[in-house]
């Protein structure tokens, strides 16, 4: 029957890691005199920019976490860019540095986020933490693809066997995706705009991850009956009346009649990105001090 999927509530699922995150924030404060220290680098004015790094300064706040915002003007050049990381990357209160994206033109993004230190790499882009993930190693892991295991583990503890597909190859998204899927034992494919009969492969996905910056890419009747759908897209479209409003990779209202459980857009995995980051930035903490400061969070 059309409409019984469950909806996977980001936001409901996000406030439980920002619950661990204060608690864990609180208990090194107490206990060891440490308090995790998050530094966001913002180049430039772009609005959307400005949104996300004013919700992460927010949040990092309201957790407990030290925060310090480097507002650059969309002038600065690669090399003061990177000058300022590596004096981000020598400070003892900073054990996590996120430089926002995109940067203006002109700036050499590799570059930069090449010269953050791995240990201090909260987005998880670094090619150390990405070939750490690759090879089974403890490695600070990208944000939205972590938030989105947890959300799938929530629905299923057990994806051992599963088979899962990941429509995207980013190295944000679609290959970390597929890295920790396959370590949680899944037989994972990962489909992009060279696959041939997508919709067919998408219809054998237990788990179905979409993560291509398309409005509506998946259709509804290419979601496996009671699969776990995770759309990780967030475009932004005009209705018929002229009205902006945000929606994902899966066309959401098709799908909720074949789908076991989906995430909304938005408030499906969004809210998850931000509340692992803040996540990602206690653990550098505690991987600071050489294991001395007890276990991760977050990490089962």
């Known amino acids: 029957m059309a409409g019984q999927a469950q909806l996977i509530d980001g936001k409901v699922y996000a406030e439980r890691v920002r619950a661990e995150v204060a608690a864990e924030v609180a208990r090194l404060k107490a206990e060891h005199g440490l308090q995790p220290g998050l530094a966001v680098v913002l180049v430039g004015d772009d609005p959307a920019s400005q949104v996300y790094v004013g919700n992460k300064t927010k949040q990092a706040a309201a957790a407990g976490l030290k925060h310090f915002d480097q507002r650059l003007p969309a002038t600065t050049g690669t090399s003061e860019l990177i000058a300022l990381v590596e004096r981000l990357n020598a400070r003892d209160d900073v054990h996590g540095i996120l430089v926002q994206l995109p940067l203006p033109a002109g700036v050499d993004s590799a570059a930069v986020l090449a010269a953050i230190d ?79 009969d997508l919709p067919q492969l998408c219809r054998e996905a237990e788990i179905l991850v979409a993560a291509i910056g398309r409005p509506k890419a998946i259709a509804g009747d290419w979601v496996r009956p009671g699969a776990i759908v995770i759309d990780v897209g967030i475009n932004r479209t005009t209705t018929a009346d002229g009205r902006s409003k945000l929606v994902g990779d899966v066309d959401f209202e098709a799908a909720l009649s074949h789908a076991g459980a989906i995430t909304p857009v938005p408030g499906g995995v969004g809210p998850m990105t931000i509340a692992c980051l803040l996540m990602n930035t206690v653990n550098a903490a505690i991987r600071s001090r050489a294991g001395t400061l007890g276990p991760l969070i977050g990490v089962s």
Do not use: W, Y
């Open 118 to 196: 791995p240990a201090k790499d909260v987005d998880g882009f670094h090619a150390v933490n990405a070939g750490r993930l690759a090879l089974g190693q403890d490695a600070t892991v990208p944000c939205t693809p972590l938030g989105c295991l947890i959300l799938i583990r929530e629905v299923s503890r057990d994806l051992a066997g599963k088979r899962a597909v990941v429509v995207g190859r980013s190295n944000i998204v679609g290959k970390p995706m597929a890295q920790l899927l396959l370590q949680n034992d899944c037989t994972v494919t990962i489909a992009h705009s060279r696959t041939r």
